[in-house]
């Protein structure tokens, strides 16, 4: 066991034994009853939708009431998400040490490849997830350290990366509209660290026990998601409700983070949300996280201060400060932030 808990789940995981009793969740933590996304769909918006008003409108209605929304009409060409959504699977099929390797390059270590989550070790639960995370900031910066293998990793990834940059930019234009912020508030360095990340969560033999990733908010601005295309997974608490997001087609899944929580003074809110595993397909999901650079200021916006009877809710933190505190705390961070 001590050595198996050690190498990536893809390697060693079995889907005709059971599941290793660390993998098991707390009664209180597993799966149980969720509603279908058809009964409570995710609000699905067309970008595509020429009167700006009535867009502005339905993303800002669909953050408010449930942190999420889905996006079609993006813009991304969908052969570009197919072949994202492929190169990290292929990435994932690949030895174990293969990969290792090719998150090697990066001396600071900010390249990524571990089961469960970064925090194995103080975790005493753990989950049904393999993931690959690294910085893809549209500087450039740091492209020296991508992996090389699939062979067309940096082409694909780097343009999914570029493509994901413009809509963030095009989405956080929008939800500044909505909050009365000016139109390009997010532009002064307030997205220009984004990283991406590839989960893989294998079939699991027993999935009522286990779980792909725990309850939590996202610590960033916003986040964009591509998930599997036949494959569901994630799943959004509303009103104490647990709504499984059935996978669009070519759609993006986008949440509110808690960065974004901050900056709009409480106006939007990062939403809980996790991942459940099933016992006969693989899932893989692609996820943008839009950050700051470390060095920012992250604070309730003057422009919404002013004008409103809300005092601050939060105070100043910077990026640094606020991921530090969010790696050790986990969902506790919130705690912090008044
Ligand atoms: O894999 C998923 O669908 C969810 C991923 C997610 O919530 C995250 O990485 O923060
Ligand atoms: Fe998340």
């Given at each position: 066991m001590e050595s198996m808990d050690r190498m990536l789940l893809s390697s060693w995981y079995d889907v005709h034994s059971t599941v290793p009793s660390s993998y098991v969740q707390l009664p209180e933590n597993r799966p149980g009853k969720v509603v279908s996304s058809l009964h409570e769909p995710i609000p699905v918006i067309d970008?595509?939708?020429?009167h700006r008003p009535h867009l502005t409108k339905q993303i800002l209605k669909a953050s408010q009431e449930y942190g999420f929304f889905q996006v079609i009409n993006h813009g991304v060409s969908h052969d570009l998400m197919d072949e994202t959504l492929n190169i990290f699977k292929e990435f994932h099929g690949m030895p174990p040490k293969e990969k290792i390797n090719e998150c090697s390059k990066d001396p600071n270590g900010n390249f990524k490849i571990y089961t469960s989550g970064e925090n194995y070790k103080k975790n005493a639960t753990h989950y049904w997830k393999d993931s690959l995370i690294h910085p893809c900031p549209p500087s450039g910066e740091n492209f020296q350290y991508w992996p090389e293998k699939p062979s067309n990793y940096r082409e694909i990834v780097g343009k999914y990366s570029r493509e994901m940059n413009r809509l963030t930019l095009e989405i956080l234009e929008i939800l500044c509209e909505g909050l009365g912020l000016e139109p390009r508030y997010f532009c002064g360095g307030l997205c220009e660290n984004p990283s991406l990340a590839a989960h893989h969560y294998p079939p699991c033999p027993q999935p009522s026990l286990t779980l792909g990733l725990a309850k939590h908010k996202d610590p960033t601005i916003i986040t964009i998601l591509l998930q599997d295309k036949e494959v569901e997974g994630l799943q959004v608490l509303k009103d104490g409700t647990w709504i499984a997001v059935a996978p669009i087609p070519n759609a993006f899944v986008v949440n509110i983070g808690l960065l974004l929580q901050i900056i709009s003074n409480g106006r939007l809110a990062g939403v809980e949300h996790r991942a459940v595993t099933n016992s006969s397909i693989a899932r893989t999901s692609v996820v943008y996280f839009v950050y700051p650079s470390f060095e920012s200021n992250i604070e309730p916006a003057q422009a919404l201060l002013k004008?409103?009877?809300?005092?601050?809710?939060y105070k100043s933190i910077t990026c640094r400060e606020f991921r530090a505190n969010f790696y050790q705390k986990g969902p506790k961070v919130e705690e912090d932030l008044q």
């Open positions: 970008l595509g939708e020429r004008g409103s009877n809300t005092p601050p809710l």
